[in-house]
């Protein structure tokens, strides 16, 4: 189920690209500007819109602790805000002057790459401001970027069609036509393909182009095989040129915006419609995910913005979609923040997702929870859920334990979780003087000396 929340409909003209932070939501506009609302309540800051660029805003995004914000712009230039108090930290002129289309953060926020119509992509160093190294594309101009999430390397797309891969040091690992028409967008997905096909180094990517196609793939870079682009499969859900497209920050969720001015949600694994959004009256440019919550913006040719709302039961239900009853590994310390949410759905736990998502719970903060740490750290009121949680989390650790042992969990006795010696089986009425032995203790029937 998806839900329209709230439309903001403040910019003067099309909206070109939105971007969340943590608590931030940032659009920007044909009609120069720049403008963030907070998310606990979508009302605008107080120091937006931001102006300065004197062209059309093509592009904005956040650095990955929200401090730093990005907008690019036909009048050749990149700037960066500070996200506090709205003041300009720095103007970075691209070389040519070539109007900028597309920028993007690196993961670990010390590059900011930016693109434009030249074909140009200059990486610029995030302490100095300064350009660090630059190349450029052979034809056509750059539209899209994604970092991969590991920070290994990026992708840009550009409108002949090619995709064109780049390690940290703007080196160029791999080029190849993807769309016939050319490339509007890509992304990747945050999390790693951890199955039975790939390891944890390959992540899925998501690209869209004026063919009316999204297309995903798998990529790898390595140092004994390289760099690895694999083409996976093509959804064909939209009749026009498809403009945008973005994972949700667990992976589970992609979609996509489309000059036939509707949103396509997709399952990724199997490439299944979940949902087909209208509510638009022109294209829809761009499409974004916060990045922690399931909270998606969608921007359009009509000018407004609007902020749609995932159930969440109805995203965990996504989440296990073609996975068997949920088996933990058998280190549960290890687990990622995202096992712990699987986890928490595969227990009726859903409506406590956000909370652990909010204060970082992966495994080994999982298993160090007590009443008190739910109840004065994670603000859990109600005494029904706490207890649901430390039963479920005991339970857990008893299913582990008996995983690592190799002992299935009937030849264990219920109470002392020990392996019992000559298990007997009863059905109805026990008889009279009927012995269970167990490895440490006997339980006898009432009645029998």
Not at 52 to 64: D, Q
Not at 157 to 168: A, E, H, P, Q, R
Not at 197 to 224: E, H, N
Not at 236 to 253: E, N, R, T
């Amino acid at each position: 189920m998806v839900t329209l929340i709230h439309t903001l409909a403040d910019h003067g003209d099309d909206v070109n690209c939105c971007a969340f932070s943590s608590s931030l939501l940032a659009t920007c506009s044909l009609d120069k500007t720049i403008r963030l609302y907070s998310l606990n309540d979508f009302n605008e800051l107080p120091y937006s819109p931001l102006k300065v660029h004197t062209y059309a805003v093509h592009c904005c995004c956040f650095s990955p602790s929200g401090h730093i914000l990005a907008s690019c712009s036909t009048d050749g230039t990149t700037v960066l805000w500070n996200t506090q108090t709205g003041h300009i930290l720095a103007v970075l002129n691209q070389p040519n002057g070539s109007p900028v289309r597309i920028c993007k953060f690196s993961p670990d926020s010390m590059y900011l790459v930016s693109g434009a119509a030249d074909g140009s992509v200059v990486s610029w160093n995030m302490q100095t401001y300064k350009l660090f190294r630059c190349g450029s594309v052979k034809d056509g101009s750059l539209v899209a970027c994604a970092f991969c999430p590991n920070g290994s390397h990026f992708v840009t797309g550009s409108s002949c069609g090619d995709l064109t891969v780049w390690d940290d040091k703007m080196r160029c690992l791999h080029s190849e036509k993807a769309h016939d028409l050319g490339i509007t967008c890509c992304d990747f997905s945050s999390q790693p393909i951890s199955d039975d096909d790939y390891g944890p180094q390959f992540f899925r990517m998501a690209s869209c182009g004026q063919d009316c196609q999204i297309k995903l793939w798998v990529t790898t870079l390595s140092d004994l095989s390289g760099f690895e682009l694999k083409y996976k499969c093509t959804l064909s859900g939209h009749s026009a040129p498809v403009l945008s497209c973005a994972f949700s920050y667990d992976g589970q969720i992609l979609v996509s915006g489309s000059v036939d001015k509707s949103v396509i949600v997709y399952e990724p694994n199997t490439g299944s419609i979940l949902h087909t959004l209208t509510q638009h009256t022109r294209y829809v440019t761009t499409c974004a995910f916060a990045p922690n919550i399931l909270l998606l913006a969608t921007g359009s040719m009509d000018k407004t913005v609007n902020i749609w709302q995932f159930e969440l039961k109805a995203h965990c239900q996504v989440s296990q979609a073609d996975k068997p009853e949920h088996e933990p590994k058998q280190f549960i310390e290890t687990w990622s923040e995202e096992e712990v949410s699987s986890w928490l759905c595969a227990q009726g736990l859903e409506d406590l997702v956000s909370i652990f998502k909010m204060n970082n719970i992966d495994g080994k903060e999982l298993l160090n929870l007590t009443k008190e740490s739910l109840t004065d750290d994670l603000k859990i009121e109600s005494l029904g859920l706490r207890s649901k949680v430390l039963r479920k989390i005991e339970e857990l650790k008893v299913k582990v334990k008996s995983l690592s042992s190799g002992i299935p969990d009937e030849f264990l006795c219920p109470i002392t979780r020990e392996l019992m010696k000559e298990p007997v089986i009863a059905s109805g009425i026990f008889p009279s003087k009927r012995i269970f032995k167990l490895s440490h203790c006997s339980v006898r029937s009432k009645g029998s000396k």
